[in-house]
């Protein structure tokens, strides 16, 4: 019985910054067993020694029962000669070698840590920094690994003698929590005015006072500045639409707690757990009735539909609380620049904007935007993954032979590096359209090689010679390159979010993509792994007259679709052409010359040329407008739908003009909006349908993969997947990434890895 034994454990996985070491210390004492626990490059390191079964249950556990933020991915362990030593020791990080370790995404702030702020008789009563292992900044103060103070933002800071105290207590829920601090020794408040000067009074008092006025502050959270106005106050939330140039689309709002969110929308079980998770997305919800009277108008101009998010930093939550009722929060820029994260840089771009700053001294590393997410089929769709949830690892069922970067899309950028089984999908960039954003990716891209040790030997991109990231990659030395054509990679990146491999019947319906035929592709069914694909199947194309005008202007799209679908006799009473009347002819020639009319078979362009028919909307002002307003248009009620036609095979054509002629006839007829609306998602869902059973004639593939932008259409994504069902498909659709062009990095990345296992 006195046999010892000694074992040499390795964890890996997101275990750095996320309470682990103390975990294991508390596990190694409460059995008895003495060694050490350390941090490394490649994550927690392990010596255990004592009773055979004891060090087995020990091993078993730092499997089964890691603290809540952990994730293990691997434990190995070997027997090496006892010791005879007794005491359980945490050693100091180690350098060098290389870097595997996982650095977590940002917490919001835990029960525990609420309960301390709230406390008047703590020392941390009242503090907006307040955070421990279990909660606080990670992703975005992260300069370098290891995940160590002096590698994070809170470089600057010197723990008090109180909080050095509880950092090196095993038994304290600070121990070893890289961000603590408290009011002596840590992050401090600041208010200042409109032009950078010192406003004096307690600065979250004074905000609150700003915010009750009516004005707009400018807040400093955790990947980034935002733009804050009182939700309920139409003179304020108009007032900040207008200096932020940002005319319709919709703002977040958030509130204090869920008994908030409850006032203003439902919120099913499901959306309940996103809201309260650690992550805390903006969590798009349907609007109660009751929603107008606490909501103002301009929030959300257009419908039924509002964003909601819970506070997920300390100062969020005071400021919640003592303002009593939701603000807007949105991001902290000037139309469509990336949000600002640096102060010099807000104090500078926001000028003009806010009318007051609140914010602090601890220097966010990383600009990183708010998450979005919907619940469709009792799930989580991501429609942007970022604070919250990057850099988390995504697994990858194909182990990669050589480490790859892939470059992503355009729009919704996203980059992604992976290696091993690891694909570390970026946080969102943006659109990459200007310098600025650019530069976000370029530093991203090497933030994250840094980070998690890559030195890509692969470089995947999309095949579009005029995406930005496409030139990048291009441009890089020494590495392999990868074309990957868009919409593989929308299938690529949902198998891969399903951690599958195909072959499957892939619908990728998206705005647009560069085809293998210089045509614009977009409303796609294909027969893909992640190796290849072929293209089954597709909408007809049509002309975008104009190139880009068309897509700003869906009337333009409408009057391509209606003059295919009449044989260039487009009806002259229909609403769309008199409305048009002055340009209609004009966009007529410019689509029938095919001259700046680039041929397109996007689905996307679609769903804007019926919007536009419908009288929804003639012109956008952001991405994909017309197609979310034509979508929460429809009854949910109306189970009717038009004919459609598919001609041909391999590929198979669908031909997508004589939906748009039907929507303009009903529309003529005078039926009501909400009825043609249902009625067009309807015979989209059995198009999609149809479509997949013809490619499962011939390919005997009975798996389909839904993705591109198009589907984050809740209405046509539910019954695209029911009918899908029926016919005894299985259906894979979004859980991690989003469908679309966001997830578009990921499957390069997938395509890249699957190929390289191929050669
Ligand atoms: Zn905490
Ligand atoms: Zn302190």
Redesign the pocket.
């Known amino acids: 019985m006195s046999t010892r034994v000694r074992s040499v454990i390795r964890v890996e996985g997101v275990v750095q910054g996320v309470g682990f070491r103390p975990f294991v210390y508390g596990l190694a004492v409460r059995l008895g067993l003495g060694g050490l626990v350390g941090n490394d490059e490649r994550g927690v390191f392990i010596e255990v020694e004592g009773a055979p079964a004891l060090v087995a249950e020990f091993t078993v556990a730092l499997r089964t029962s890691p603290p809540p933020l952990a994730t293990v991915e691997r434990v190995s362990a070997r027997a090496v000669p006892a010791t005879g030593e007794t005491g359980f020791a945490i050693a100091r990080s180690t350098e060098g070698g290389t870097r595997r370790a996982l650095v977590s995404p940002d917490?919001a702030?835990?029960?525990?840590?609420?309960r301390e702020m709230d406390d008047p008789a703590d020392r941390r009563y009242g503090y907006a920094f307040?955070?421990?292992?279990?909660?606080?900044p990670r992703f975005t103060i992260v300069r370098d690994v290891p995940y160590d103070r002096p590698n994070t933002t809170m470089a600057g800071f010197a723990m008090c003698a109180d909080c050095a105290r509880e950092y090196h207590d095993p038994a304290d829920?600070r121990f070893h929590?890289q961000p603590v601090c408290c009011p002596a020794c840590g992050p401090r408040l600041r208010l200042l005015g409109r032009g950078g000067e010192p406003l004096a009074g307690d600065p979250v008092g004074e905000a609150v006072r700003l915010l009750r006025d009516g004005g707009v502050l400018a807040v400093k959270g955790l990947g980034g500045y935002h733009l804050a106005a009182l939700a309920s106050r139409e003179s304020a939330v108009a007032a900040l639409r207008a200096r932020k140039h940002r005319q319709e689309k919709p703002f977040a709002v958030m509130v204090a707690d869920l008994a908030g969110a409850r006032l203003l929308c439902e919120v099913d079980e499901v959306e309940e757990r996103l809201l309260t998770s650690g992550a805390r997305p903006i969590v798009l919800l349907r609007e109660r009735g009751e929603a107008a009277s606490r909501v103002a108008p301009s929030v959300a101009p257009s419908d039924g539909w509002l964003g909601v998010m819970m506070p997920y930093t300390p100062l969020h939550h005071l400021l919640l609380r003592r303002l009593g009722e939701p603000v807007v929060l949105t991001s902290g820029n000037v139309s469509d620049e990336p949000i600002a994260y640096r102060d010099e840089d807000a104090l500078t771009r926001l000028r003009g904007v806010a009318d007051a700053f609140l914010l602090h001294d601890r220097p966010i590393h990383t600009r990183t935007d708010d998450s979005v997410s919907r619940v469709l089929r009792g799930r989580e769709l991501p429609l942007r993954r970022s604070r919250g949830y990057a850099p988390r690892p995504l697994p990858l069922s194909l182990g990669l032979p050589r480490p790859v970067l892939a470059c992503g899309a355009e729009l919704k950028h996203t980059f992604c590096v992976a290696r091993d089984t690891h694909a570390f999908v970026s946080h969102h960039i943006g659109d990459l359209e200007n310098y600025e954003t650019f530069r976000s990716f370029t530093e991203g891209v090497e933030h994250f090689l840094r980070l998690f040790d890559v030195v890509p030997e692969l470089v995947a991109h999309d095949l579009h010679p005029e995406y930005m990231s496409t030139k990048y990659a291009l441009a890089l030395e020494g590495a392999e390159l990868v074309g990957v054509q868009h919409h593989h990679a929308h299938i690529a990146s949902c198998l891969a979010d399903n951690g599958v491999t195909g072959p499957v019947v892939g619908v990728a319906f998206d705005g647009l993509g560069y085809g293998l035929d210089a045509t614009l592709w977009g409303g796609e069914f294909l027969v893909a792994d992640l190796v290849s694909f072929e293209r089954a199947g597709h909408l007809a194309t049509v002309p975008m007259p104009g190139g880009a005008a068309a897509v700003r202007q869906p009337w333009r799209m409408a009057a391509a679709c209606l003059d295919v679908a009449y044989g260039g006799a487009v009806p002259e009473d229909l609403d769309v052409v008199r409305r048009n009347a002055a340009s209609w002819d004009g966009v007529l020639a410019l689509g029938r010359r095919g001259v700046n009319a680039p041929l397109t078979s996007s689905a996307g362009r679609l769903f804007d040329a019926v919007a536009s028919v419908a009288g929804v909307r003639d012109v956008i002002g952001y991405e994909g407008q017309a197609a979310i307003e034509w979508e929460r248009l429809a009854d949910p009620v109306e189970k009717g739908h038009y004919g459609h036609r598919l001609t041909g095979s391999s590929p198979f054509v669908v031909h997508g003009a004589d939906l748009v002629a039907a929507v303009a006839e009903d529309v003529r007829a005078g039926t009501e909006a909400g009825v043609v609306s249902a009625r067009f998602h309807n015979t989209v869902a059995r198009i999609v349908a149809e479509g997949c059973a013809r490619v499962r004639e011939t390919s005997g593939l009975s798996t389909v993969a839904l993705s591109g932008g198009v589907f984050q259409n809740a209405l046509l994504l539910v019954r695209a997947a029911a009918l899908l069902e029926e016919d005894g498909f299985h259906v894979l659709t979004h859980g991690r990434v989003p469908p679309n062009d966001g997830g578009v990095s990921l499957g390069q990345a997938a395509v890249a890895a699957a190929r390289d296992n191929h050669r």
Do not use: E, P, Q
Request: glycine residues 6%; negative net charge; charged residues 20%.
């Open positions: 917490v702030t835990c029960d525990d840590c609420l307040v955070n421990c292992t279990n909660c606080g829920r929590a």
